[in-house]
């Protein structure tokens, strides 16, 4: 690791636990489209690739994100990470990479971080990267199309939709090349596994390991958070325990994150601490 993403590093409240407490992290909800259909998700609301479902957040043009950016900066001066994580995925936006691109101009002192599904990863590894982002976070359930089939309800790809094991493969291929490529370009990803006690419980070690393999830098294990009008709103999420045992578990094969508060598409603070509400509207309209 070079001594920049070292020092970067350091101050991420997500990568790094001893960061959490001292410095924040914003996202700007840039991103409303999504290429793909979740089963946990209503589309209604946040993506949770990042963010507790349940939760609407507004969307903002790239140029309203970086003046909001310019306001909380102000306020939050131990502001150091701007990610973006939504309320759809980001890389079916180019609202995203112009984001990204004015905040690289604008404040090169933030450390730039995205979060996605991987559908379309492997084809904007290079293009993250020149951005100077060095942080990504691939949310991925399943290392086998069969239990994707399950988790995936559809998947749109070059322009047709696919479904069932169909559909949950060319994600899957998607997503484990996306994570190797950004990982051999020198990126720190973080796979970020949504756990589904019914479903993919029992094989979220190999996962695990899988996505270790492709040399995935630190692991997430979410438990679902059901949500009315999924089709997910009647399975159960995993109880502390089971959540635990299995983090343990993998912790064999991977570092583990494990201060997770699974924020919104749009919060800003400290992790655990939301001070989304306290800035909303802020810069919009305001230019700078
Ligand atoms: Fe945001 Fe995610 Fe970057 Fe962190 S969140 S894009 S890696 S800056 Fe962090 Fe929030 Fe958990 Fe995500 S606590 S939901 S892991
Ligand atoms: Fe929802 Fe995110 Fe899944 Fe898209 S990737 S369907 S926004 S949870």
């Known amino acids: 690791m070079n001594a920049d ?15 959490h407490r001292k410095y924040a992290r914003m996202h700007v909800p840039v991103a409303p489209k999504c290429n793909i259909q979740c089963n946990y998700c209503n589309r209604k609301f946040d993506c949770s690739n990042e963010s507790r479902p ?19 900066k102000e306020k939050v001066p131990n502001l150091k990470v701007l990610g973006i994580a939504g309320p759809g995925d980001p890389l079916a936006n180019e609202e ?19 979060s996605t599904n991987g559908l379309a990863l492997p084809e904007n590894a290079d293009r993250l990267y020149g951005l100077g982002v060095r942080f990504v976070t691939v949310t991925i359930n399943a290392a086998d199309a069969a239990i ?11 322009g047709k939709r696919y479904t069932g094991e169909e559909g949950a493969s060319i994600l899957l291929e998607n ?22 006690p019914d479903i ?48 343990d578990a993998c912790s064999v094969d991977a570092r583990m994150m494990r201060h997770c508060r699974q924020c919104r598409a749009d919060a800003i603070g400290l992790l655990g601490e939301d ?14």
């Open 148 to 158: 994707g089939a399950e988790i995936y309800g559809s998947v749109l790809w070059k």
């Open 275 to 288: 001070r989304s509400g306290e800035f909303a509207g802020c810069g919009l309209g305001k230019g700078d």
């Open 5 to 19: 993403l070292e020092k970067a590093l350091q101050t991420h409240p997500c990568y790094n636990e001893e960061a």
């Open 96 to 114: 995203t990479f112009e984001t990204l691109a004015l905040v690289k101009e604008k404040y090169p002192d933030l450390t730039l971080c995205v």
């Open 200 to 247: 993919n419980a029992d094989h979220i070690p190999d996962l695990v390991k899988k996505v270790r393999s492709l040399g995935a830098y630190i692991v997430n294990i979410l438990p679902l958070i059901p949500v009315e009008g999924t089709r997910f709103q009647d399975m159960r999420g995993p109880t502390p325990e089971e959540r635990k045992r299995l983090m």
């Open 175 to 196: 997503q484990l090349e996306g994570i190797r490529r950004c990982a051999d370009l020198g990126m720190l990803v973080k796979a970020n596994i949504v756990m589904v």
């Open 54 to 72: 349940g939760v609407t957040s507004e969307v903002l043009s790239p140029e309203q994100a970086v003046a909001k950016i310019g306001y909380v």
